[in-house]
């Protein structure tokens, strides 16, 4: 009880921000890997389960087979969109519907704002609403295509106010879909009223997004050759810094795991990459950067191996945990995201979508079918590119040792108490290693138990 008052008062005791600001004042994470029960210190390294496998580093796909792969799962998972697919014009009807749904959605949700006080109805009606900009939709949209100058969020209304689903969850904004990042291809189909948001559709999400981050290219074609350029940097490491100049002073831009960006050339310390800028009008200025070849990036996505999946999920142990990207964190499925994409997988972006992307090992009901479960683990799934996944919870399996099934996720909080009501935790909020048995002692009952789906991303 001491620890759930300790964090309760933590969190209470916080300046509450705008929602974008990524710099809120929050409990300090732990040094290192944090090192919960049943996970031994020797687990918090990639060696430790690479060494495990027989066969850690053969190819599993070759990049004409993920190129196949990507193909099935953005034609297939409706999460996923190709954005080079879509046509110049869009029906304005279909927009206005989808800009309405998500609107009347939140509106009829039960919603707390940061002082822990109920979201009035004022707030959707007086101030939200006017800002859709729904009479200005056309009946036959124009699209205009860009693509992100930075990391941006995408968010299910154009208004920097935090939603909360319980009071004092302010890490929990049920506005924050995700983040786009650096180099995102957008197609833009609609502009807030006061010109500071833009609807637009990403390769895996759709919603709002500051204008300030959107440059725009003159059509389609030409947003492509710079996105599918062949000649690429991929960022292989959390994050990298791109610098401004040569002397690597300046830092432009910080793109995390899985970022792409278009090269220009390279030194014998540098990547020369291509930057973009929002410039006049929004129209796109081009500008140079820097990554230094030490530096965790390279120019083609890693081969897809056991050994090469399990380094770049590794490379987020103890990283932030992060709803939606929010505190340039990442939650349970932009984890799985990163690492996948890192290795140019195309994986959608949200937990229930990404269990569909690749082979279906099972289904399952929680609290059911344990020894269906354990069998599937031993004989099924892959270490390394199995993904677990329980309701709004995604892991990705490392193996088993001494029965005991061993996981690395990102994760908010592990429970620990028996009452619903008190709903004790002990706040994690990072990349860890845990076992299945994690919760284990809480009303909630062990990870293992609430599995409800695995996959191979294969």
């Excluded at 990207?325 to 229930?352: A, E, I, K, N, Q």
């Excluded at 996720?409 to 429970?415: I, L, N």
């Excluded at 919760?439 to 609430?450: C, D, I, K, T």
């Amino acid at each position: 009880m001491k620890t759930k008052i300790f964090f309760l008062c933590l969190l209470l005791s916080l300046i509450y921000l705008p929602a974008e600001a990524q710099d809120e004042s929050l409990p300090p994470l732990p040094k290192g890997p944090l090192i919960l029960s049943g996970a031994a210190p020797e687990m918090q390294n990639a060696d430790f389960w690479i060494k495990r496998l027989p066969d850690a580093n053969q190819a599993l796909k070759t990049p004409e087979e993920i190129a196949q792969l990507n193909k099935e799962i953005n034609e297939t998972i409706a999460e996923r969109t190709d954005v080079f697919k879509i046509k110049g014009m869009f029906r304005g009807i279909d927009i206005k519907e989808a800009i309405e749904k998500s609107y009347e959605t939140i509106k009829s949700r039960k919603l707390f704002g940061v002082d822990d006080k109920y979201i009035t109805k004022d707030l959707f009606t007086d101030q939200i609403l006017p800002n859709l900009n729904l009479d200005a939709v056309p009946n036959m949209v124009n699209i205009r295509w860009g693509v992100a100058t930075t990391a941006a969020s995408v968010r299910a209304l154009p208004i920097w106010v935090k939603m909360l689903e319980e009071k004092g969850d302010i890490e929990f904004d049920q506005l924050q879909f995700t983040l786009i990042k650096l180099w995102t291809p957008v197609a833009v189909y609609h502009t807030s009223t006061d010109g500071k948001w833009y609807y637009v559709q990403a390769p895996y999400v759709r919603g709002w997004v500051e204008s300030k981050h959107i440059a725009f290219f003159k059509d389609q074609d030409a947003v492509k050759e710079k996105v599918k350029s062949k000649d690429y940097v991929v960022v292989t490491g959390e994050s990298v810094p791109v610098y401004a100049g040569p002397d690597f002073t300046a830092v432009l831009d910080r793109p995390s795991m899985g970022t792409v960006i278009p090269r220009v050339s390279q030194t014998d310390t540098a990547f020369l990459v291509e930057m973009p800028k929002r410039g006049e009008g929004g129209k796109v200025v081009l500008g140079r950067g820097y990554i230094k070849l030490s530096d965790d990036a390279r120019t083609q996505f890693p081969p897809y191996t056991q050994a090469n999946v399990i380094r770049q999920a590794f490379k987020l142990l103890s990283a932030r945990y992060g709803w939606g990207g929010t505190y340039m964190g990442r939650d349970c499925s932009g984890f799985t995201f990163d690492v996948f994409t890192s290795m140019g997988v195309d994986l959608p972006r949200d937990s229930d979508q990404q269990a569909f992307a690749g082979t279906q090992l099972g289904s399952f009901k929680p609290f059911e079918q344990s020894e269906l479960k354990k069998a599937t683990l031993r004989q099924a799934a892959t270490p390394g590119i199995t993904l677990l996944r329980m309701k709004m919870h995604m892991m990705l399996y490392l193996g088993e040792i001494d029965e005991k099934f061993y996981v690395i996720h990102s994760t908010w909080a592990e429970r620990i108490g028996q009452d619903p009501v008190k709903d004790e935790k002990n706040r994690i909020n990072q990349v860890v290693v845990s076992d299945l048995d994690l919760n284990g002692n809480s009303y909630l009952g062990p990870l293992f138990h609430r599995i409800i789906q695995m996959s191979e991303v294969n």
